[in-house]
Nanobody, 112 residues
Framework: QVQLVESGGGLVQAGGSLRLSCAAS????????MGWYRQAPGNQRELVAL??????NYAESVKGRFTISRDNAKNTVYLQMNSLKPEDTAVYYC???????WGQGTQVTVSS
């Protein structure tokens, strides 16, 4: 099983940037695709960015502002978030595909 630890969240003003990290450990040889998800209060968890051997995909709401990348040597996946908006406020999680156990996530708060 894969263990996931997210970090890098915080409080930022609208228009600012953050970079999230997701460190994976355990059965990492099983990892193929990785995704970043977010869940705002009262909302369902949604996939915002995906990275596979074939490329990357983004939700329309973050396209052009967020960039997902991975460092296989460090078993880490990143989410660079630019031009942040208050509606990006959520707890951000990473996970593999297929899904494994969720980590604790990292809180991102964007003030207006």
């Amino acid at each position: 099983q894969v263990q996931l630890v997210e970090s890098g969240g915080g409080l930022v003003q609208a228009g600012g940037s953050l970079r999230l990290s997701c460190a994976a450990s355990g059965s990492i040889f099983t990892i193929n695709a990785m995704g970043w998800y977010r869940q705002a209060p009262g909302n369902q968890r949604e996939l915002v960015a995906l990275i596979t051997p074939g490329g990357t995909n983004y939700a329309e709401s973050v396209k052009g502002r967020f960039t997902i990348s991975r460092d296989n040597a460090k078993n880490t996946v990143y989410l660079q978030m630019n031009s942040l908006k208050p509606e990006d406020t959520a707890v951000y999680y990473c996970n593999t595909l297929p899904l494994t156990a969720w980590g604790q996530g990292t809180q991102v708060t964007v003030s207006s």
